[in-house]
């Protein structure tokens, strides 16, 4: 079945850098559209990055220009490298793979705080 498995999360102070990591198995990772989400206390679900079977990358206005999503189809993972963050940045961040259908992973928990 599929899998996606989030890593990379954690506390972090405000200006600092994650790197999260999304390890997808049992699927043809190549026919995703790829996306990170977060979802803070009390607010919904919203998109912060995708990026598509063809490269085409696609952001969040809050996050354009402190974020970048990238994916691997050889290792089947896509990563979102974050710098400058925010304490507003802090939610759990999901992985979702998008074809007919989506997938999503478990979510990690991004923290930011000084």
């Known amino acids: 079945q599929v899998q996606l498995v989030e890593s990379g999360g954690g506390l972090v102070q405000p200006g600092g850098s994650l790197r999260l990591s999304c390890a997808a198995s049992?699927?043809?990772?190549?026919?995703?559209?790829m996306g990170w989400y977060r979802q803070a206390p009390g607010k919904q679900r919203e998109l912060v990055a995708a990026?598509?079977?063809?490269?085409?990358?696609n952001y969040a206005d809050s996050v354009k220009g402190r974020f970048t999503i990238s994916r691997d189809n050889a290792k089947n993972t896509v990563s979102l490298q974050m710098n400058s963050l925010e304490p507003e940045d802090s939610a759990v961040y999901f992985c979702?793979?998008?074809?007919?259908?989506?997938?999503w992973g478990q979510g990690t928990q991004v923290t930011v705080s000084s």
């Open positions: 979702n793979a998008r074809s007919t259908v989506d997938y």
């Open positions: 049992g699927m043809r990772f190549s026919l995703y559209t």
């Open positions: 990026i598509t079977r063809g490269g085409n990358t």
